[in-house]
């Protein structure tokens, strides 16, 4: 019966009604794409962390205290050795030899400075490469480059088949080759298009002019055991003059970045409940104040203050959640779109550690939430409503009615 009467009671002001239900919906469609931003960021991050670099980065002692990190000296002599040792762990799943060194690439008359990597032709690691290749495959065998579409266009070497890099040997001295374009690519993040660029490693050995690998990377079947694993690769480490880093050291700005979008994410949610709040818990009291005069007559012909609270209850709740819903089903559209094609914002996504495209992200357990806050701030509305509106007795309803 109160159910049906709540139904009633909000189909006679239907204004009232859409504008509460509205005001639900807004504050989760606001929370909803934050939250899809948010965890397209996370997601992202967690990609770059676990599929994109080293769970375990294994280097010379003497190679982490130089002042130069990409200088071509104090390599692991050994690396093959080491490799085949630390994958009797079960922990491991991959270990590979990656030697990072600075150069020149060099086209015509213009040159750009790079981050060069010396990887393997199996490597597993920078996966975002082998998914933006536009000519050619990455990894690749034999000699070859695999260089940005960007960094080609700034040395002019768009149309070129090879291109001349030039780096520092170990000993001092200029070395160059000219290599053959191997494969061409575009991520999503400029700044590592404009800055980085790949060779195999005998081709980085002899550009060097040295032998073994500056750093191995270890791949973790589980990267949460990287501490535990790191930890038991000491000793036998130790003895060849190495040491071993973790991701949550390598990696502590995403860490950090991680932890401040959740408090962001916070933040902004409150701000959404508290002003939904406000309007909703306003929009309420009105419908209650205006309806005194049926209040009390319902009152004075037996029904209870508790009835009465319960009525109030149920119409705002019924509208909360609708509202709720009606947000999420506008949100979710819009979401999985830019979690597909992302939204272009430039280079102002990096600072959220993105890439120039944000993509968004999904998470049911995230809707079902943000429907449930929804929904809450109608019912806690509603709750202030109807105790305010039963502290009336029935004669003051009547005639403030």
Request: aromatic share 8%; proline share 3%; charged share 20%.
């Amino acid at each position: 019966m109160l159910l049906k009467m709540a139904l009633l009671s909000a189909l006679k002001r239907p204004k009232r009604a859409v504008l509460i239900i509205l005001t639900v919906a807004l504050s989760v469609f606001v929370m909803e794409f934050v939250s899809g931003w948010v965890e397209g960021m996370r997601d992202r991050m967690n990609k770059k962390i676990v599929q994109e670099t080293a769970h375990i980065l294994i280097e010379r002692s003497a190679r982490v205290d130089a002042l130069d990190p990409l200088e071509p000296k104090n390599y692991i002599g050994n690396p093959a050795a080491i490799s085949e040792v630390l994958l009797k762990d079960a922990r491991v799943s991959r270990v590979e030899e990656v030697t990072p060194f600075g150069a020149l690439v060099m086209a015509g008359g213009k040159n750009l400075p790079l981050k060069m990597y010396g990887v393997g032709s199996d490597t597993g690691f920078f996966t975002q490469v082998a998914r933006g290749s536009l000519k050619g495959t990455f990894p690749f065998k034999g000699p070859g480059i695999a260089i940005s579409q960007r960094a080609l266009d700034l040395v002019g070497a768009s149309g070129s088949d090879r291109i001349v890099v030039l780096v520092k040997d170990s000993g001092g001295a200029p070395a160059y080759k000219e290599l053959p374009i191997a494969c061409v690519f575009r991520t999503d993040d400029s700044s590592f298009d404009d800055s980085t660029a790949f060779v195999d490693n005998a081709t980085a050995s002899d550009l060097l002019g040295t032998s073994g690998a500056a750093e191995l990377w270890v791949r973790l079947v589980d990267p949460n055991q990287a501490e535990a694993a790191s930890k038991a690769m000491l000793p036998f480490l130790s003895k060849e003059g190495c040491v071993a880093r973790t991701w949550s050291s390598l990696q502590g700005s995403l860490l950090v970045l991680i932890k401040f979008m959740d408090m962001f994410m916070l933040m902004i949610n409150i701000i959404v409940l508290v002003v939904a709040a406000t309007v909703i818990t306003n929009a309420i009291l009105m419908n209650v104040f205006e309806k005194q005069r049926e209040y009390g007559t319902l009152r004075a012909i037996g029904m209870k203050r508790r009835q009465q609270a319960f009525l109030v209850l149920l119409e705002g709740a019924g509208q909360g959640v609708a509202g709720a819903l009606l947000g999420a089903i506008l949100a979710f559209p819009l979401v999985l779109y830019l979690a597909i094609h992302g939204l272009p914002i430039g280079e102002a996504s990096h600072i959220f550690g993105g890439g120039d495209v944000m993509y968004f992200g999904t998470n049911f357990f995230s809707t079902l939430r943000n429907v449930g806050f929804g929904a809450l701030i109608a019912v806690v509305g509603s709750l202030y409503a109807a105790f305010a509106g039963t502290r009336s007795s029935v004669v003051e309803a009547l005639r403030n009615g």
